[in-house]
């Protein structure tokens, strides 16, 4: 049967009816226009591998009115061709996406990570976005999201601000990244130009000099005090340390084997008295036992040091900003101020120079104007 839809002359012919008039694209595949009280509207329909039929409003962006039919056809292969590669006739609700993701992080992460991205779908992007199909989410959606993070108030308050924002993007992208993935949207027009707001980042402040680390220590006890101690030595992330077990310490090669965490694993050398500290911990273990525990068998978990950092800096009478993560500022400020080269200290402290020169720069500025001095003409 010849096309009764495919030029503007013929469908201005057409009798207005609920039922679209349709055109065969390709086996399965039609395109549709329905006349109505208000003008023209074009549908495609597929009937799957089950014999379903799917339907699908078609939405034109830029056309001519002669072109209506060329653009309509065009959107619908699209659809037809996202189905037969294995996506979804009907796309996924935020919802869907969210739980999927979910889903995913339990197979492939630790519960930590499953928690953090569970409370930020829960207080930060189901609520505060459509529930709509994931085919009708716009660019526009989410930019207005991603701004509405943003406080007005002190530079400091405005940048946590961007970096929760950022944090909040971050979660959203990669649902909707693994929802494109598994078909449940055939396009990532609407995320893939959203981009997260710049200087976010706040240099180091704290740090610690030798004294205070002394007194930090002397005021800790028992396997605290063994933890405190693990960091201040390797400037380890509080998770790196609570993953140790007694073989990734290699005695042979005066090596610990840091297992990975918010990096990739890699291999810290030992000194003399660090390699001590360890051999004495691992002393009378197995080799899969934990090699720094919280009561002599359980690892560290997530909260467990918070509170007992707190109070073991105010007993040492140290600022309440102190925390853990302090210890490995503190390490890294120190191998600067040795003069280390920047690519070793990226190396043996599992992060960036680009992390360094970012957090750490007044102190290699420092450390530049020093030898700019003895230069000096004068």
């Keep these: 049967m010849a096309s009764l839809i495919d030029t503007k002359a013929k469908r201005d012919r057409l009798t207005k009816r609920r039922e679209p008039y349709w055109h065969k694209l390709r086996l399965g595949g039609y395109i549709g226009h329905r006349v109505g009280a208000n003008g023209g509207s074009w549908i495609a329909r597929y009937r799957d591998e089950d014999g ?3 339907y699908k409003s078609l939405i034109l962006r830029s056309h001519l009115p002669q072109n209506e039919f060329d653009a309509a056809t065009a959107e619908a292969n699209k659809w037809f061709d996202s189905i037969e590669e294995g ?9 869907e996406a969210a739980d999927y993701y979910i889903q995913r992080l339990e197979h492939d992460k630790d519960k930590r990570a499953v928690k953090d991205a569970q409370g930020r779908i829960n207080l930060h992007i189901l609520p505060k976005l459509p529930n709509i199909l994931l085919d009708r989410l716009r660019e526009g959606h989410i930019l ?4 509405s993070f943003i406080v007005e108030g002190s530079p400091d308050e405005m940048r946590k601000s961007r970096a929760t924002a950022n944090r909040n993007l971050s979660t959203l992208k990669a649902i909707l990244n693994r929802a494109y993935k598994s078909g449940l949207v055939s396009s990532k027009n609407a995320w893939k130009d959203v981009n997260k707001f710049s200087d976010t980042h706040k240099a180091r402040e704290d740090f610690l000099e030798r004294d205070q680390i002394k007194r930090l220590l002397d005021a800790s ?3 605290f005090k063994i933890l405190l101690t693990a960091g201040a030595l390797t400037g380890a992330r509080y998770g790196e340390l609570a993953k140790l ?16 965490d918010k990096t990739n694993a890699r291999h810290f050398p030992l000194t003399k008295q660090t390699k001590a500290f360890f051999v004495e911990q691992a002393k009378g273990k197995l080799p899969e036992a934990t090699l720094l ?3 002599g068998v359980d690892p560290w978990g997530h909260g467990d040091q918070t509170k007992l950092m707190r109070e073991v800096a105010e007993k040492a009478e140290l600022p309440r900003s102190i925390v853990f993560y302090t ?5 890294i400020a120190d191998l600067i101020d040795k ?12 992060t960036s120079i680009e992390m360094i020169e970012r957090h750490y720069g007044k102190l290699f500025k420092d450390r530049v104007i020093e030898v700019l001095e003895r230069t000096s003409l004068a």
């Design 52 to 54: 379903k039929q799917n």
């Design 87 to 95: 996506n979804r006739a009907k796309p996924g609700t935020l919802q």
């Design 144 to 147: 207005n999201w991603h701004k």
């Design 221 to 223: 006890e028992g396997n």
């Design 245 to 260: 077990k007694v073989r990734d310490l290699d005695r042979q090669h005066d090596i610990l084997n840091i297992p990975k």
């Design 293 to 295: 525990t919280k009561n």
């Design 327 to 331: 210890l490995r500022h503190s390490f």
């Design 339 to 350: 003069k280390m080269n920047i690519f070793n200290i990226a190396k043996i402290t599992g």
